[in-house]
């Protein structure tokens, strides 16, 4: 693997030299090295997307021969699956299984976007006119900056990457600094499937010196980031200078609303892997449990005992039922986020700590951990802690549920568990967030939008949606018979001499 920035068609070191060692989160272990770049590489790679976007043959390809390469695209990494997955297991500390799981979904995204290839064509539109003809079509946008963060690298990429080649765009990739080495992957297979030099350009490094100038550099034309909320307004913010598309996938803090008439067991299972999947390292984590009253003591007894069952190990555990935080930085995070939840009154009934065990020592695991007796009044109620780590707060009614489950500045994803579908319907209809699953947590399909209300964001990925946030709508209107115009006398030409 390179481990370079990839410039106009070229793998390249940083223009300073500067290389960062990536270690894996669950040993410690040194996994990769590869360039840190700066302000100064991404400007060289805007300036090569740019002169590929103005200048080059890309825009103007067709749509099915963009859609051609992407199902090309998908094709390489399927067969290349099982490199894929271990390189983000190792940067990520995740299991093997689940990489491999979310290798599928990113070819599946790939296929999706490819697909809609030759369905786009715009439509035609009733002028209620002889004389003129109306249209509506799709251009792309230009240069797009894309800013992707650690938790599913290579799936958050695939995500903006597929619809914005698919429309055309030509991009600048910044993958999260921790987590670089399936984007690098990802470049390489673009470039044996034929995306012309300049389409595509990655530049790694932090968000500050690398990704920043993507959100403030005029030559760029949208900017789409997937992070926290602080960097994601802090994108917005520079943004802003320049007018650019601004298209923003933030964080989440996730009410799991169960009801007493709820099947015990699923409600149970469920509520397990909503927050401790990836050690609750994902955007829509059911981290928030809202409970029935009349269901809290037995289903909290329960969850507690399972909780303190759950298997930490590293990637390649065959018995590891999940894995370590990204880093020793987020971890102290976590750590103190829990500290602050139980100073303010919550009560810490399993968890809260480092594992004991020596095996695990090297790697920056972190038990799962559930915190009762949490009311909104509590600031572990409202932020995100991205770690294993379950609020839990009762209510009484179903209104008292829509109420507790809504009080949130975040608005990405809820989960309904009740045996009565028209209350399933009826609260999923009433939640203020982006995904609500009734009786289930967490699937998604690429044919389905995504995207957060509220401060979780104001972008949409996947599906239809997804495609339109890469491409501009153009009116195009036709005046099929032109002729002096007589209804408005002042600038009426007469004919003859003036
Ligand atoms: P982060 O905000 O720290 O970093 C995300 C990316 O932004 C990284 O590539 C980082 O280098 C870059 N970055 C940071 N500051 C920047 C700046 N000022 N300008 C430009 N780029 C900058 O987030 P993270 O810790 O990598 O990811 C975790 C967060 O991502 C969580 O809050 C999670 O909820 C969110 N997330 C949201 C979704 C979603 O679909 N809504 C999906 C995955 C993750």
Redesign the pocket.
């Known amino acids: 693997m390179p481990g370079q920035l990839f410039v106009d068609g070229s793998w390249c070191d940083a223009a300073d030299g500067a290389v960062r060692e990536i270690r894996c989160p669950a040993d410690g272990v040194p996994v990769a090295t590869v360039a840190e770049g700066g302000a100064a590489d991404t400007a060289r790679a805007i300036a090569a997307a740019r002169a590929a976007f103005d200048t080059g043959p890309w825009p103007h390809t067709t749509e099915r021969e963009r859609g051609d390469l992407l199902f090309r695209l998908a094709d390489a990494i399927e067969r290349d699956a099982k490199e894929f997955a271990r390189a983000e297991s190792l940067d990520t500390g995740k299991r093997l299984v689940e990489s491999e799981y979310d290798m599928a979904d990113i070819v599946a995204c790939f296929r999706h976007y490819a697909g809609l290839a030759g369905t786009q064509a715009g439509r035609v539109v009733d002028t209620g006119r002889s004389d003129a003809i109306s249209r509506v079509v799709h251009e792309p946008i230009g240069v797009c900056g894309l800013?992707?963060?650690?938790?599913?690298p290579l799936l958050?990429v695939s995500w903006k990457v597929a619809p914005c080649l698919l429309a055309g765009n030509t991009f600048v990739l910044?993958?999260?600094?921790l987590t670089p080495s399936t984007a690098i992957l990802l470049m390489q297979a673009l470039d044996e499937v034929g995306l012309p030099a300049g389409v595509g350009n990655l530049v790694l490094g932090?968000?500050?010196r690398a990704?920043?100038p993507?959100?403030d550099d005029p030559r760029v034309d949208l900017v789409s980031?997937?992070?926290?909320?602080v960097?994601?307004r802090?994108?917005a913010t520079a943004a802003a200078a320049t007018v650019k598309r601004v298209c923003l996938?933030?964080?989440?803090k996730n009410p799991n609303v169960v009801f007493a008439d709820a099947d015990f067991d699923t409600a149970l299972d469920f509520a397990l892997t909503a927050v401790f999947l990836h050690s609750g390292q994902v955007?829509s984590a059911g981290a928030r449990l809202v409970v029935e009253d009349s269901l809290h003591d037995r289903f909290v007894d329960e969850l507690v005992a399972r909780a303190g069952q759950i298997r930490l190990g590293g990637p390649f555990d065959p018995q590891a039922e999940t894995g370590p935080l990204i880093s020793a930085a987020h971890r102290e995070k976590v750590e103190s986020y829990v500290a602050g939840a139980v100073d303010e009154g919550a009560v810490l009934r399993c968890g809260g700590s480092r594992p004991p065990d020596p095996a695990l020592a090297d790697g920056f695991y972190f038990a799962p951990t559930i915190l009762d007796g949490c009311d909104q009044t509590m600031a572990c109620v409202h932020d995100?802690s991205?770690g294993p780590v379950l609020t839990v707060e009762t209510f009484t009614d179903e209104d008292d549920a829509v109420r507790i489950a809504n009080d949130t500045t975040y608005g990405?994803a809820a989960g309904v568990f009740t045996s009565d579908a028209g209350r399933g319907q009826r609260v999923a209809g009433r939640l203020r967030h982006g995904t609500v699953w009734i009786n289930d947590f967490h699937p998604y399909v690429p044919q389905a939008e995504?995207g957060?209300m509220k401060q979780?964001?104001n972008g949409r990925e996947l599906g239809l949606a997804g495609l339109d946030e890469y491409r501009e709508t153009k009116h195009i209107w036709h005046n099929i018979d032109p002729r002096p115009q007589h209804w408005f006398a002042p600038f009426h030409h007469a004919g003859g001499a003036s």
């Open positions: 800013i992707t963060p650690w938790n599913y958050q910044k993958p999260s600094e932090a968000g500050a990704g920043a993507l959100a980031f997937t992070g926290g909320l960097s994601g802090a994108v996938e933030l964080g989440g955007c995100e991205f990405l995504w957060g979780s964001g």
